[in-house]
């Protein structure tokens, strides 16, 4: 992945591999209509983000401090046409982070869950928050997928600091946000409200445990408003992004810091500000302050757009012949099934890969390791646990990890 600036013209890349060229009507019509746009509200200095897929479902991931979640997010979501949400997801317990969240659930409601780092905390914005989402409410886990449709899927990174820190998870806050990462097609998306990536006498760095799981990103929502105290050099090298996107408003922190923001220039991302912030700038060369909402959107392949600007996953290249993404999930069949399904997929290169399949609780029933062959190929699901015992009737999601991309599909078992 290679950092570029916005392009002024779509990118037409080249076919790397010739026995794609016969797959790729199968290609395209498997892949035209999902997309995503992530929605980076302005909330001034706080977080929330919404995740809207091709499918309709919604995600919103943190709701801004009191009285933004009325203020900011409520009429936002009413000039999209949106009703109750599908999902929440509290990156942590800081008022910032979910002050809005309590609004929103009243206002418009939850369709499916909401989900935090479960354990507890003791303010008043904590204290509104966990008796208003009570209905819905369900800790998070390490790995657990949510499915928004058309092979959008934001997944659990970390959460109680990713196995650095220890019960009680009675420190500091910031130390046990909820790291989700959204993927469509080949995109990248990530959030992790406050993480820390500095050890001092206030926080420990999770960061550079996060990181290297998460690998190349397209767009990083960066932690902590831009403190000093993330977005550590550990973490950028791991994950280079090509834009970051820091949420920040007027405030007496001095975010974000100037040394964050050179860190991040300095590993290739273009930065995006929600506002001016009280801290750090950059030349217009390497930041854009929009003083507003931020959208991001793409169909997962070649190109994405941040508030119009085009940018390129990958070096652009001009040769005239279109290029087939390097892994394609073309979804299982039958589906519905019973008692089998079969998952197809396209790799161009050979190499380790894995299969995990969860039920609608994030738990996983299902764990296969294998060497994916270069080509077409099919991997068949019986309906069992990695132990061979049958599951119930349900929904499941399924996982697939390849040397060459990774997918995500939703299949039902129908006894």
């Known amino acids: 992945m290679t950092s570029v600036r916005p392009l002024d013209s779509p990118r037409i890349p080249r076919l790397r591999t010739a026995w794609l060229l016969g797959l790729f009507p199968l290609l395209l019509a498997a892949t035209a209509m999902a997309s995503v746009t992530i929605h980076c509200l302005d909330v001034g200095q706080g977080d929330a983000t919404l995740v809207i897929s091709s499918s309709g479902r919604t995600l919103l991931f943190d709701g801004g ?50 989900y935090d780092r479960g354990w507890s ?9 966990a008796a208003t989402v009570a209905p819905k409410r369900h800790t998070i886990t390490d790995g657990q997928v949510i499915d928004l449709g058309d092979g959008v899927t934001a997944t659990c990174y970390a959460v109680n600091g990713n196995g650095v820190l220890s019960p009680p998870f009675d420190d500091e806050e910031n130390d046990y946000c909820v790291t989700l990462l959204v993927e469509c097609g080949d995109f990248d998306f990530v959030q992790a409200g406050d993480l820390s990536g500095i050890n001092n006498s206030t926080y420990r760095d999770i960061e550079s445990s996060v990181g290297p799981e998460l690998g190349d990103l397209e767009v990083y929502q960066v932690n902590h408003h831009g403190s000093y105290t993330s977005s550590n050099a550990n973490f950028l090298n791991a994950t280079r992004p090509e834009v970051a996107i820091i ?51 793409t169909d997962g392949y070649g190109e994405y757009t941040v508030n119009g600007d085009v940018w390129s ?3 652009p290249d001009l040769s005239p012949v279109p290029e087939a993404p390097a892994f394609t999930l073309l979804g299982n069949h ?7 399904t079969s998952i197809t997929f396209a790799t161009v290169r050979s190499g380790p890969a894995s299969l995990t399949i969860y039920d609608l ?25 990695t132990a061979g015992d049958p599951v119930p009737s ?22």
């Not at 046409?81 to 997801?89: K, L, N, T």
């Not at 039958?334 to 089998?340: D, E, G, H, R, T």
């Not at 029933?365 to 019986?382: C, N």
């Open 121 to 129: 905390y003791t303010t008043a914005t904590y204290s509104s928050y």
């Open 361 to 385: 609780t994030g738990r996983r029933v299902f764990d296969r390791e294998f060497v994916a062959v270069a080509g077409l190929q099919a991997l068949t699901w019986r309906g069992t646990t």
């Open 313 to 315: 996953m990958d070096e």
């Open 394 to 415: 349900g929904i499941y999601l399924y996982r697939l990890v390849t040397c060459d991309g990774t997918g995500s599909g939703r299949m039902t078992l129908v006894k």
């Open 65 to 114: 401090d009191n009285g933004k979640g009325l203020g900011t997010i409520v009429p936002y979501l009413a000039s999209l046409g949106i009703g109750p949400v599908d999902y929440m997801v509290a990156s942590h317990y800081h008022a910032d982070h979910i002050g809005g969240l309590d609004e929103v659930y009243q206002a418009r409601g939850v369709n499916e869950a909401v």
């Open 334 to 340: 039958p589906n519905p099934f019973n008692p089998a």
């Open 247 to 297: 949420s920040v408003g007027n405030n007496s922190y001095g975010h974000p810091h100037q040394q964050t923001l050179d860190r991040l220039v300095a590993y290739g991302a273009y930065v995006y500000q929600t506002e001016p912030g009280s801290g750090g700038t950059l030349p217009a060369a390497d930041l854009t302050v929009v003083n507003g909402h931020i959208v991001i959107s």
